[in-house]
Nanobody
Framework: QVQLVESGGGLVQPGGSLRLSCAAS????????MGWYRQVPGKQRALVAG???????NYADSVKGRFTIARDNAKNTVYFQMNSLKPEDTAVYYC??????????????WGQGTQVTVSS
C-alpha cells in the first residue's frame, strides 16, 4: 500500500506565493513520474505540471514561468512552488505519483487534495 500526503495549500493574495509538498510512503520499490493536477467545481481535473524520474519537466501554458515543479528522490517527495499567483489559479490541487511496488507492478496514486485560494 502507498500513501501520499499533501501539505501547503491555503489563502493567498494575488501576486503571492505558495509551496505545495507531496510525500509518498509505504511499499515503494521505485517512483516514476510525479505531477500536480488541479480541479475547480464543474470541471475535470487537469494536469498543471509533471516531472519524470530523470528530472524532465512539463507545464501547462497557463503556469509557465510562474510555477516550478521539483522532486527529492531520497525523500520520495514532489514540490510545487507557485509564484505570481492569480485568482484563476484558485482550485483544489492534487499530486499524482506513479509507483512501482515491485519490478513489474506499477500503479498511479493520488494525494488527498489541498485547497489553494487566490483572493484579495
Amino acid at each position: 500500500q502507498v500513501q501520499l500526503v499533501e501539505s501547503g495549500g491555503g489563502l493567498v493574495q494575488p501576486g503571492g506565493s505558495l509551496r505545495l509538498s507531496c510525500a509518498a510512503s509505504g511499499s515503494i520499490f521505485r517512483i516514476g513520474t510525479m505531477g500536480w493536477y488541479r480541479q475547480v467545481p464543474g470541471k475535470q481535473r487537469a494536469l498543471v505540471a509533471g516531472i519524470t524520474n530523470a528530472g524532465t519537466t512539463n507545464y501547462a501554458d497557463s503556469v509557465k514561468g510562474r510555477f516550478t515543479i521539483a522532486r527529492d528522490n531520497a525523500k520520495n517527495t514532489v514540490y510545487f512552488q507557485m509564484n505570481s499567483l492569480k485568482p484563476e489559479d484558485t482550485a483544489v490541487y492534487y499530486c499524482n505519483v506513479n509507483v512501482a511496488t515491485s519490478r513489474t507492478s506499477w500503479s498511479s496514486y493520488w494525494g488527498q487534495g489541498t485547497q489553494v485560494t487566490v483572493s484579495s
